[in-house]
Nanobody
Framework: QLQLVESGGGLVQPGGSLRLSCVATGGTLSYYSVAWFRQAPGKEREAVSCSSSSGGGTQYVDSVKDRFTISRDNARNTVYLQLNNLKPEDTAIYYC?????????????????WGQGTQVTVSS
């Protein structure tokens, strides 16, 4: 059974950077499409980015384009989300999710495997 664990969150000033990691156990993450989602306080969970199992087919929501980058390290069974030029509105719990999809999507209902999340707080 594939399990996911996120890490790398923290407190950062506006304009700063973080790299989130999503490590998989119990399976080979390169066989799965992976997506990142986030949930801010009092708001619904929203999609951030996704990557197909091949590593291609990446997508980003408009609010993070040119600031966030999703990538994979298959040797480490890990997917990363690089967050640059962070803004206070990026504050949220960030979750990774995986599913055996040929093409990744930004629809959370397509994913059945989820991590517990990592908190990102952007504040001066």
């Amino acid at each position: 059974q594939l399990q996911l664990v996120e890490s790398g969150g923290g407190l950062v000033q506006p304009g700063g950077s973080l790299r989130l990691s999503c490590v998989a156990t119990g399976g080979t993450l390169s066989y799965y499409s992976v997506a990142w989602f986030r949930q801010a306080p009092g708001k619904e969970r929203e999609a951030v980015s996704c990557s197909s199992s091949s590593g291609g087919g990446t997508q980003y929501v408009d609010s993070v384009k040119d600031r966030f980058t999703i990538s994979r390290d298959n040797a480490r069974n890990t997917v990363y989300l690089q967050l640059n030029n962070l803004k206070p509105e990026d504050t949220a719990i960030y979750y990774c999710a995986a599913e055996s999809l040929h093409i990744a999507t930004l629809d959370e209902t397509d994913y059945s495997r989820w991590g517990q999340g990592t908190q990102v707080t952007v504040s001066s």
